[in-house]
Nanobody, 126 residues
Framework: GQLVESGGGLVQAGGSPKRSCSAS????????MGWFRQAPGEEREGVPC????????YYSDSVKGRFAISRDNAKSTLYLRMNSLKPEDTAMYYC????????????????????WGQGTQVTVSS
């Protein structure tokens, strides 16, 4: 499987960019998807994740109410709308996929991803 991310870069605080992650070569049609981020000196954390049919989502406290995750299974694409960005949202962001897992399993680390995207830097300027 391969995950290709788009979006990211330098954004002003308060901005609302949208990112996408296109999946290909996945052998299963039942997989959870999510976004992880890692700031310098910190552990990688799952911020929003979503189940295969979108009925289950998980958001970390740090982004709850500001970020929105969605997916289009027909296009095998995951989206992330990042609203009200803050400088503390600055990090490397990675797309991730887990076969046969739910949103919490993926984001919590209880079931690690099977595939990772290449990661892209998001820098929020104040």
């Amino acid at each position: 499987g391969q995950l290709v991310e788009s979006g990211g870069g330098l954004v002003q605080a308060g901005g609302s960019p949208k990112r996408s992650c296109s999946a290909s070569g996945l052998t299963s049609d039942d997989y959870a998807m999510g976004w992880f981020r890692q700031a310098p000196g910190e552990e990688r954390e799952g911020v929003p994740c979503i189940s295969w049919r979108g009925g289950s989502t998980y958001y970390s406290d740090s982004v709850k109410g500001r970020f929105a995750i969605s997916r289009d299974n027909a296009k095998s694409t995951l989206y992330l709308r990042m609203n009200s960005l803050k400088p503390e949202d600055t990090a490397m962001y990675y797309c991730a996929v887990r076969r046969r897992g739910d949103a919490f399993d993926l984001c919590s680390g209880r079931r690690p991803p099977n595939y990772w995207g290449q990661g892209t830097q998001v820098t929020v300027s104040s």
